[in-house]
């Protein structure tokens, strides 16, 4: 079992705004604003897409956003593209001597 | 451009030793910001970090609790590149591994960490079976 918790699928439609949520505690994404968010396509190694719960690197799009509140942080994707379709994972550096936790991960489905 | 390639068999028989190589380009294992890093990924675990290995004027590691009685993460400065041994495998520890960087960069005298993985290696299945 993952150490931070977010939802197994999330579906929309091209053109439409999806929110992925994930929580963790007080030690990891509470605790830090060091939480990641990375896409992975099939067969593929995870791609960074959000750091520091908010910051985009370069080049990767500005439909993609993410915040925290509390112990929970959310990726949003807006304007979904076929090409969002992908396995999504969050991340969050913990205080515990496993520096590093991830979530479960959420399969986006663009219809 | 930073490059990860990760090299290493695919197959491990149980209670043997699990042996992979993450080679780098463009940048170097010795760097004073950089943090170089095994995750693996299984249906059943998810996504796991397992350790890392870094230089601030010596080397240094950290091991994931779930592994650390087995687990070595080793740089090779000769060839620029990592590695990870796992010992006395089992089924359990059949996953992709993948390696992974944590950045950093260095303003006014002083190195600061990255605390997210911002380049990966493209990700070695490992079987563990007889």
């Known amino acids: 079992q993952s150490a931070l918790t977010q939802p197994a699928s999330v579906s929309g439609s091209p053109g439409q705004s999806i929110t992925i949520s994930c929580t963790g505690t007080?030690?990891?994404?509470?605790?830090?604003?060091?939480v990641s968010w990375y896409q992975q396509h099939p067969g593929k190694a995870p791609k960074l897409m959000i750091y520091?719960?908010?910051n985009r690197p370069s080049g990767v799009s500005n439909r993609f956003s993410g915040s925290k509140s509390g112990n929970t942080a959310s990726l949003t994707i807006s304007g979904l593209q076929a090409e969002d379709e992908a396995d999504y994972y969050c991340s969050s550096y913990t205080s515990s001597s496993t520096l590093w936790v991830f979530g479960g991960g959420t399969k986006l489905t663009v219809l | 451009q930073v490059q990860l390639q990760q090299s290493g068999p695919g197959l491990v028989k149980p209670s043997q030793t699990l042996s992979l190589t993450c080679a780098i380009s463009g940048d170097s294992v010795s760097s004073n910001t950089a943090v170089w890093n095994w995750i693996r990924q299984s249906p059943s675990r998810g996504l796991e970090w397992l350790g890392r290995?870094?230089?601030?004027?010596?080397?240094?590691?950290d091991y994931a609790g779930s592994v650390k009685s087995r687990i070595t993460i080793n740089p090779d400065t000769s060839k620029n590149q990592f590695s990870l041994q796992l010992n006395s495998v089992t089924p359990e520890d059949t996953a992709v591994y993948f390696c992974?960087?944590?950045?950093?960069?260095?303003?006014?005298?002083?190195?600061?960490?990255?605390?997210?993985?911002?380049?990966w290696g493209q990700g070695i299945l490992v079987t563990v079976s007889s």
């Open positions: 992974a960087r944590e950045g950093g960069y260095c303003s006014a005298g002083s190195c600061y960490s990255l605390y997210y993985f911002d380049y």
């Open positions: 520091e719960v908010s």
């Open positions: 290995t870094y230089y601030r004027s010596k080397w240094y590691n």
């Open positions: 007080s030690s990891d994404v509470g605790g830090y604003n060091y």
